[in-house]
T-cell receptor, first 110, second 114 residues
Framework: GQSLEQPSEVTAVEGAIVQINCTYQ??????LSWYQQHDGGAPTFLSY????GLEETGRFSSFLSRSDSYGYLLLQELQMKDSASYFC???????????FGSGTRLQVQP | DAGITQSPRYKITETGRQVTLMCHQT?????MFWYRQDLGHGLRLIYY???????DKGEVPDGYVVSRSKTENFPLTLESATRSQTSVYFC?????????????FGPGTRLTVT
């Protein structure tokens, strides 16, 4: 089976940097993805890591350590519009379907 | 450029009724998925499909039926709705050629079973 752990809530101020951690247990592993979901909206893809290291996409970066079964999403220069839920998800071997964590609700304060 | 659409967006039904949620994508993506999201939880996979006429169970398939006769459509049927199936249902699609496994989600169907 597969399970993921991430904090339920994080609060930060505008302009700051926040890191959302994700640990996973899985019987097979292809990669770790991150999705953003605003209230009432659909999840949207942010990033994907298959190899160890940091992937940067604008203000967002994602990190993976396969040996530690750990990853994080780093959000820089926080903006009010970044207030949303963030989900880590793993892709297991042999299939494209995702197993999601329960999500981290990020609240950005002025 | 419709992308991926779901219908209806909102549905109220009674316990025991059959209800079908529709999903349509215009990208010709080979993979399609159904997830449910309950309040305060992540998304749980119900069923997925790798191509037309190929479907497989996810984490929570009981009480649901899927079919995929055409690449672009992936309907989800609740055979006899129960209150525990009250949820938001998301359909998603994925291109088999993308190494990132990126999934594109529809807007969701909010289903209430009374």
């Amino acid at each position: 089976g597969q399970s993921l752990e991430q904090p339920s809530e994080v609060t930060a101020v505008e302009g700051a940097i926040v890191q959302i951690n994700c640990t996973y247990q899985t019987s097979g592993f292809y990669g770790l993805s991150w999705y953003q979901q605003h209230d009432g909206g659909a999840p949207t893809f942010l990033s994907y890591n298959a190899l160890d290291g940091l992937e940067e996409t604008g203000r967002f970066s994602s990190f993976l350590s396969r040996s530690d079964s750990y990853g994080y999403l780093l959000l820089q220069e926080l903006q009010m519009k970044d207030s949303a839920s963030y989900f880590c998800a793993v892709t297991g071997t042999g299939r494209r379907a995702l197993t999601f964590g329960s999500g981290t609700r990020l609240q950005v304060q002025p | 450029d419709a992308g991926i659409t779901q219908s209806p967006r909102y549905k109220i039904t009674e316990t025991g009724r059959q209800v079908t949620l529709m999903c349509h994508q215009t990208w010709s993506h080979s993979y399609m998925f159904w997830y449910r999201q309950d309040l305060g939880h992540g998304l749980r996979l119900i069923y997925y499909s790798a191509a037309a006429d190929i479907t497989d169970k996810g984490e929570v398939p009981d009480g649901y039926v899927v079919s995929r006769s055409k690449t672009e459509n992936f309907p989800l049927t609740l055979e006899s709705a129960t209150r525990s199936q009250t949820s938001v249902y998301f359909c998603a699609s994925s291109d088999s050629d993308r190494a990132s496994y990126e999934q594109y989600f529809g807007p969701g169907t909010r289903l209430t079973v009374t």
